[in-house]
């Protein structure tokens, strides 16, 4: 590989690192040699996968987390200092939808959908980048370097149908990516990048119940209609996603800063037509 995509030896903590994506991104960056902190607020799915990273010869940790709750993410950064003696990388992974907050004139009409649900999308996919970014970027805007890496999604260009509080939250999830982009290179360092990703659609426990029908294991007519919209007709797999995030936090990127890279098999290029 082009040494300037090389990720050797950087501390990368990854939030959601337990999950289905970030899980993925752990693995193959600790196969590309970088020290990755596992954190989750799930131990039992962190462990999992720092277990298989150091089995294979890489090196991990296991950081328990809540990125909506500051005092243990202040923890959560110390243990991976303690650790690492550093961090170069943060990867905002940790986000999702859930049931209650999807919209269905049948089931659970918008109307209706409860304020618990709702908040709960907005602060785990808004707040707890928010709130993690600040500690983590405190650590960065001291040391005068580092990247972040946040999670967008399809929903966040044009919304989705059904799942209100997601598109919001991730349309947000784009606007801060540049608002922080710019407020560290102005206030603290040029040497700090903020970038996002925007992946397609992956089969993954949070959007399992939208797209394949649970008692028949079909797909539904909305996971057949993403399937059609997207070019390259098929859903993404984790692994479609490690290049861009390899590209992004690496030197490779190293003037690409505050911008939004969707990956998602041409879905955003596809007008039904
Ligand atoms: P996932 O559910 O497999 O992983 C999410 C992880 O976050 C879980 O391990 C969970 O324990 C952890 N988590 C939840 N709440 C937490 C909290 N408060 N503190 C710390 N950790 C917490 O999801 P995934 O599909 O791998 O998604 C990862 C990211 O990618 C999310 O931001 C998601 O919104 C985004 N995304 C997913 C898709 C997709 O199709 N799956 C598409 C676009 C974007």
């Known amino acids: 590989m082009d040494n300037q995509f090389d990720v050797k030896g950087k501390v990368i903590a990854i939030t959601g690192g337990g999950g289905v994506l970030c899980g993925a ?6 196969q590309k040699g970088a020290k990755i902190a596992v954190l989750d607020f799930s131990y039992e799915n962190a462990s999992k996968v720092t277990e298989d990273i150091n089995k294979n010869g890489g090196e991990a940790v296991t950081v328990e987390v809540d990125v909506l709750d500051k005092e243990r993410l202040e923890k959560a950064k110390d243990e991976t200092l303690s650790h690492f003696g550093r961090i170069d990388v943060l990867i905002n992974g940790a986000g999702g939808n859930k049931k209650e907050a999807t919209a269905d004139p049948e089931s659970m009409p918008f109307c209706d959908l409860p304020h618990d649900a709702l908040q709960w999308v907005f602060n785990l996919n808004v707040l707890g980048t928010v709130l993690t970014s600040q500690v983590f970027g405190k650590v960065m805007t001291e040391q005068k370097s580092g990247t972040i890496l946040n999670i967008s999604s399809m929903n966040s260009y044009r919304p989705l149908t059904k799942i209100v509080a997601y598109s919001a939250a991730k349309a947000a999830i784009n606007n801060f990516t540049q608002w922080l982009a710019v407020h560290m290179n102005q206030n603290y360092s040029t040497e700090i990048r903020v970038n996002a990703i ?7 426990e949070q959007n399992r119940f939208l797209l394949l029908d649970e008692k028949t294991g079909e797909p539904t007519a909305r996971g057949q209609q993403i399937v059609d919209h997207t070019p390259m007709g098929r859903y993404g797999k984790p692994e479609d996603l490690v290049g861009t995030v390899t590209w992004l936090i690496s030197d490779a990127a ?20």
């Not at 925007?198 to 993954?204: K, Q, S, V, Y």
């Not at 190293?254 to 037509?273: E, L, R």
């Open 25 to 30: 991104f752990a693995r193959d960056l600790a």
């Open 198 to 204: 925007a992946p397609g659609f992956f089969l993954t």
């Open 254 to 273: 190293k003037f690409v800063n505050g911008i939004i890279v969707p990956v998602d098999g041409g879905f955003s290029a596809y007008s039904g037509v």
